[in-house]
DNA sequence: AGGAAGTATTGAACGATGTTCAATTTATAA
DNA sequence: TTATAAATTGAACATCGTTCAATACTTCCT
């Protein structure tokens, strides 16, 4: 319920306009209500923000039957990730733009979903990088996924100058197509 | 003088540490001197990060000079740029981290600065992509830089899970050369 | 039914934030 | 010296996250 109304302000104002008095309202409780489920707002925005890695997962994991060749999955991969990013900007700048104070560590819970994701991308390239090479799988799996999301990041504080609205889409074919070029290049070397 | 004692204290304590009555009893003034000389403390927080991003500009600059082949200067480039996020986490950890209010676009002075760096990355793709194919080249150094960045960025927040120190460098290594490998057996083919 | 024990919720209060602006101090010019 | 201009102040405002004694509500036993 907590998390609903938080998620539902988030969406429509930004991690700006997620205050605690805001979310009490929107649900008709006071503010020390939240205090009783979240030791803190940024746990709160945690959760939230665990919502919105389990919605991308989700679509993700959609995308991923819908090619046969690894480079179909992964381009598969790259434009739900980009509609993601882009249908709910909010939601998923929340997720960029959140840190945790000094010292504080992300918990398993967290870090789990987003290895998550890290699997879906690894577990594409198994056809590329077969058994007896899991290790270079996995440094591939992250690079790219990293790479991935360089791209939406940057893309979404329209720090890449972008003018149409397709060349994102475009950019991220083009990665993977490159990426994975150079994969089997270096690797049948 | 504002611009000194705010990057100090970035420095060291980060963003959730940067607060306008800190900076001011930092320099011996009050807080509402600050406004005569910004007009919110999000421009401020602008210039700061203007500041760290011409420090990073300047040491991939001097790297550059660093190879011959493409490859080597793009090595020279992820290198020095993942040695600046790393001696100045709370720097550039601010540069990624902050954004402005709904509504309110990047100024040019400071979009000027990401845009450097761009075409540092381009110039350095020259030899491999050459006259007549300005477009793919353009491209190149985007999602390039892109790649990169959405690489430390990971790193910097710790979502890499991350063993070793040296594997972000070796992720990256690895990035520049396996992508120029595919750039180049796409181009030829 | 009635009271005791436990749980959930409150809302006022605290310290700190960004920001404003009339008042004050300081510098400049006549 | 005095008049004008510029810089600086610091108290005040609204809002933030957070706390916690006090209140309201449930549950259960006699």
């Given at each position: 319920m907590i998390l609903e109304a938080a998620r539902a302000i988030l969406?429509?104002?930004?991690?700006?306009?997620?205050?605690?008095?805001?979310?009490?309202?929107?649900?008709?409780?006071?503010?020390?209500?939240?205090?009783?489920?979240?030791?803190?707002?940024?746990?709160?925005?945690?959760?939230?923000?665990?919502?919105?890695?389990d919605v991308v997962y989700d679509r993700l994991s959609a995308a991923s039957g819908r090619g046969e060749t690894p480079e179909a999955v992964l381009r598969a991969f790259a434009r739900a990730y980009i509609d993601c990013t882009r249908e709910q900007t909010h939601l998923w700048d929340a997720v960029l733009e959140h840190r945790l104070p000094e010292g504080r560590e992300l918990p398993d819970w967290y870090t789990l979903r987003i290895g998550r994701l890290f699997s879906l991308v690894e577990d594409a390239l198994v056809p590329l990088l077969g058994p007896g090479s899991e290790e270079s799988r996995r440094r591939a799996a992250r690079v790219l996924w990293s790479a991935l999301h360089g791209l939406s990041s940057l893309a979404l504080s329209r720090k890449l100058e972008i003018v149409s609205e397709e060349s994102v889409e475009a950019m991220a074919d083009h990665l993977v197509t490159t990426y994975l070029a150079g994969l089997s290049a270096t690797v049948t070397r």
């Amino acid at each position: 319920m907590i998390l609903e109304a938080a998620r539902a302000i988030l969406a429509t104002d930004g991690l700006r306009g997620l205050t605690a008095r805001r979310i009490a309202k929107a649900i008709g409780y006071s503010p020390g209500t939240l205090y009783n489920f979240f030791t803190n707002i940024d746990e709160l925005i945690l959760h939230v923000n665990a919502k919105t890695l389990d919605v991308v997962y989700d679509r993700l994991s959609a995308a991923s039957g819908r090619g046969e060749t690894p480079e179909a999955v992964l381009r598969a991969f790259a434009r739900a990730y980009i509609d993601c990013t882009r249908e709910q900007t909010h939601l998923w700048d929340a997720v960029l733009e959140h840190r945790l104070p000094e010292g504080r560590e992300l918990p398993d819970w967290y870090t789990l979903r987003i290895g998550r994701l890290f699997s879906l991308v690894e577990d594409a390239l198994v056809p590329l990088l077969g058994p007896g090479s899991e290790e270079s799988r996995r440094r591939a799996a992250r690079v790219l996924w990293s790479a991935l999301h360089g791209l939406s990041s940057l893309a979404l504080s329209r720090k890449l100058e972008i003018v149409s609205e397709e060349s994102v889409e475009a950019m991220a074919d083009h990665l993977v197509t490159t990426y994975l070029a150079g994969l089997s290049a270096t690797v049948t070397r």
